[in-house]
């Protein structure tokens, strides 16, 4: 699968790894930034992705910030984006499978690089579910 992956500041360490956990599983990276722990704007690197994603350049997204608020935010903003964010496994599934999400927001000050993991594999290896769910994720980008 291939996936894009940014981050800020906050999240630039857990990028990193998740980076090098994902490539060994297999999976196709691009990455948008940022590249240091030197401070930076969320958006700048969470509007790129999205694009990707809302294109078609990439199938889904992962997106990482200190509290994953702001670039989940940033993201939602792209009409062909459905972001959420996930503190836990669980989330992260249903996220995919009841709302079709096709990025993931991720917390890094409030997760281990072990729970980001888990996280994010639980949101790769779930699928849409469509039916009833379906109906609902059409009227979100109504307005």
């Not at 992705?49 to 910030?65: D, M, P, R, Y």
């Not at 949101?123 to 307005?143: C, N």
Request: net charge negative; with cysteine; proline share 2%.
């Amino acid at each position: 699968m291939k996936l894009a992956i940014a981050s800020d500041h906050a999240g630039y360490d857990l990028k990193e790894k998740m980076k090098s956990h994902l490539s060994a599983l297999g999976h196709e990276m691009e990455d948008f930034g940022t590249n240091s722990t030197d401070s930076t704007d969320y958006p700048d690197y969470a509007h790129p992705l999205a694009v990707s994603v809302e294109s078609g350049n990439n199938t889904l997204g992962i997106l990482i910030c200190g509290s994953g608020n702001g670039v989940c935010m940033t993201a939602n903003h792209h009409k062909g984006v459905r972001a959420a964010l996930a503190w836990n496994a669980e989330v992260a599934e249903l996220a995919r499978q009841h709302n079709n999400a096709n990025v993931l927001c991720l917390p890094a000050r409030y997760i281990s690089d072990d729970e980001a993991f888990a996280i994010t594999e639980a949101y790769l290896k779930a699928a849409f579910e469509g039916g009833r769910h379906e109906r609902r994720v059409e009227k979100i980008h109504q307005a």
